[in-house]
């Protein structure tokens, strides 16, 4: 009688070369949202308009998503250990100049520095879990990695919070030094040292400028639509379209490209990557939705709503990890669809809120959507890097941190259009507080049921994913000896 398949255990050198990753993702998650919340602090010491102090999010949100593919292939030439933890030096020490910034000028200019440093953490994390563990490992430590994330991204506003209130702004980024420095340290310790994957290759400086171009465009052009700026913003749109048409041909044309485009022919690989994109839409439409909801129909204090909030990420925390675990013994398929059905339940429970909603039922649908959230990014991570050869993972694992961003992106700029096609010309006038929030029903209701198209997409998407076997129910891939 054959003998039932046992889950792998990590051993203790492997558990902690996924916490010095994790370290990475922490800080990565936690400064993604810790200085949305000082923005206001920082326009008031250097006496700066809101339009000019928006660009300490938007230049690193830029230098970051557009640097994840020349990073993550850096790290192939040069070697995972060294480029990732110069990224931790670099973020740290970016950090450092944030704090210390004199003017509004310099703190951007270091903000961009700190982003350099962000992109290569970010877009390293993956591809290291998948070269220094075994396959069989691969989505418990991912579940690990993306529990990080979530953990830095939903203490962002509370730790930012306090900080500023305590202190200052400037403690928002000193807070990232003891944590780089501890991360640095142990990674020069434990991570191992390998072999670069293509020590001969050489970084596609054109597609890098390309993809620069394309991304940073995509963003202003997203951010400026919907805004007194529609006509740059639809501008911005049409040049960044043009710029990504060439950076395919570019690809197509480049002998060592960022993103090798053979590997989206692909069934799996191609509709991976886009479900991936799809549920961050979702989550990151929601957020962005929801404090709008709180505040304006339900009269709730912003600093109550920012606690309301936190269901959604405590229920991505408290699943990933599990999900990650469980995807090893029986393949991703099955998480992922289950996890993108749990989402659709929870948004078609979140179009239905009104006025008399109690703010129970409203944590229990932001609890459902992140839970399911959780359940699926864990083994979609996992899935993605599993479709490509080892030559690859890398630029794989800087595609799905770029897939990432560019789903918080566009999900951010699609739910406000939506929101604000639903509610008419109403919700521009929010700014003035002339609204009456009941009246605003239809447009969170829109706002909600666009995301839970999305979840649909992706269950769909799914669906004509062909089923693998599970990794860890196989002889795999194993990791090299340390």
Known sequence: MAEPV???????????IVIVIALGSFMAGLDATIVNI??????????????MVSWVLNAYLIILVSLLLAASRLGDM???RNIFLGGFALFTLGSALCGLSPTIDTLILARMVQAVGGAVISALGAVMVTSYLSSSLRGQALGLVAMFTMLGAALGPVVGGFLTSAFSWQYIFFVNLPVGIVAILLGMKILPQRDPVTPTAKLDIPGVMLVFVALSTLIVGLTSVQGSNAMLGMIALVISAIFWVLFIVQERRSGAPLVNLNLFTSRGYSLQNVNVMLIQMAMAGVMVIMPFYLELVKKIPTDNAGTILLALP???????????????????????????????????????????????????????LGAGTGIAFSPLNSAVMGECPAKDRGSTSGLVKMMTNLGS?????????????????????????????????????????????????????MLAVAEKE?????????????
């Not at 000082?38 to 308009?49: C, G």
């Not at 096609?421 to 002339?434: D, F, Q, V």
């Open 470 to 482: 599970p990794s860890g129910s196989g002889d795999g891939e194993v990791a090299m000896g340390f």
């Open 314 to 368: 405590i229920g991505m925390i408290l699943t990933a990890p599990l999900a990650g675990k469980i995807s090893d013994v029986i393949g991703t398929k099955k998480p992922i669809i289950t996890g993108f059905i749990i989402c659709t339940v929870a948004l078609a429970l979140l179009s239905t809120l009104s006025a008399r909603t109690s703010v129970g039922h409203i944590g229990i649908y932001l609890f459902l």
């Open 78 to 80: 040069k070697g995972y």
């Open 6 to 16: 046992s889950q792998p255990k990590m051993t203790t050198k492997e558990l902690m």
């Open 409 to 461: 992106s566009l999900g951010v700029a699609f739910v406000m259009l939506v929101a604000t096609i639903a509610a008419g010309p109403k919700l521009a006038e929010y700014s003035a507080h002339t609204l009456e929030g009941a009246g605003l029903a239809s447009a969170f209701d829109a706002a909600f049921l666009f995301c839970m198209v999305l979840e649909i997409i992706g269950i769909i998407l």
């Open 38 to 51: 000082a923005l206001p602090a920082i326009a008031k010491s250097f006496e700066v308009s809101t339009v």
